[in-house]
């Protein structure tokens, strides 16, 4: 199954970006929006994983989320990945001090678990939506300009999760597989 462990996005700052994306869907054509039930904050990608890793790798988060206590993330701005050339994904920027440590928390207990560490930087996100073909980079960062500067909200993080991913031709099903709640 394919799997990752992400932070959900819930409550009023999910109704919000699912409202402005809603707003945007007319003005860029050739986006997968991303459904407001499925936008998170990815911590790592795992891929493809049996059920046995499955278990390995939920012991080990449960370990992971007994040391870190729950912080703050400043939900802001918007803007899109990659940063020069043709826009691939439209995304809703995160901050906070608990965010990265979780991150490398995670990323080092997955390396005895034969994960290699992760070669790409930290950018913490919400993926909002996913380009179908190329568009103007312009016309983008137009449409999106009214959310650049936005602050979404403060969202507590209590908890993390282990995701399963089933891609269907509608779009992506994210299911929980497990809840690691922070101490």
Not at 24 to 49: C, M, Q, S, Y
Not at 110 to 136: C, I, K, N, Q
Not at 151 to 171: M, R
């Amino acid at each position: 199954m394919r799997a990752f462990v992400g932070i959900p996005i819930e409550g009023k700052v999910n109704r919000d970006i699912s409202t402005w994306a809603g707003g945007l869907a007319g003005g860029l054509p050739g986006v997968k929006w991303v459904e407001g039930h499925n936008l998170h904050i990815t911590l790592r990608f795992l891929d493809e994983i049996s059920n046995s890793q499955a278990t390995g790798i939920a012991r080990m988060l449960s370990g992971v989320a007994l040391r870190h206590s729950p912080f703050l993330i400043n939900v802001e701005g918007a803007g899109v990945f990659p940063d020069r050339g043709d826009p691939k994904v439209v995304w809703v920027g995160v901050k906070g001090n608990g965010l990265k440590g979780l991150y490398e928390s995670i990323n080092s207990a997955l390396l005895p678990l034969g994960w290699p560490d992760e070669v790409r930087p930290f950018r913490p996100h919400v993926t909002v939506g996913r380009f179908r073909y190329p568009a103007s980079r312009e016309g983008v960062l137009s449409a999106i300009s009214t959310a650049r500067g936005r602050l979404w909200g403060e969202i507590p993080v209590e908890q993390f999760c282990l995701f399963k991913s089933v891609l269907t031709p509608s779009g992506p099903v994210y299911t929980v597989l497990d809840r690691f709640v922070l101490k």
